[in-house]
Nanobody, 123 residues
Framework: QVQLVESGGGLVQAGDSLRLSCAAS????????MGWFRQAPGKERQFVAA????????YYTGSIKGRFTISRDSAKNTVYLRMNSLKPEDTAVYYC????????????????WGQGTQVTVSS
């Protein structure tokens, strides 16, 4: 069992930066691949980024490549999403998720989810 708690969201202006954190508790966090997803009002949950259990491999959706960076600190049981050059279209609730097996962009393949943190980007 893994419990995930996101933090770091907020209201920012276009062009600003934020760093989201996802603190994990439970067993064997280091064996889980981690992902970040987001969901805007009225839209489906969208893959943002994923990182392998070792941190050696990362994946990003096309719209955020070059602006967002996913990383993990296994000593702190924490995954981060650094978001630079934020745009109004990045406004959403951001969720972190964990799964075993291979990293995936498919939300249905993740076993554990946090409660989400709101990111609002004003123009």
């Amino acid at each position: 069992q893994v419990q995930l708690v996101e933090s770091g969201g907020g209201l920012v202006q276009a062009g600003d930066s934020l760093r989201l954190s996802c603190a994990a508790s439970g067993r064997s966090f280091s064996s889980y691949h981690m992902g970040w997803f987001r969901q805007a009002p009225g839209k489906e949950r969208q893959f943002v980024a994923a990182i392998s259990w070792s941190g050696g491999t990362t994946y990003y959706t096309g719209s955020i490549k070059g602006r967002f960076t996913i990383s993990r600190d296994s000593a702190k049981n924490t995954v981060y999403l650094r978001m630079n050059s934020l745009k109004p279209e990045d406004t959403a609730v951001y969720y972190c998720a964990a799964r075993q097996g291979a990293p995936s962009s498919d939300a249905i393949k993740y076993d554990y989810w946090g409660q989400g943190t709101q990111v609002t980007v004003s123009s």
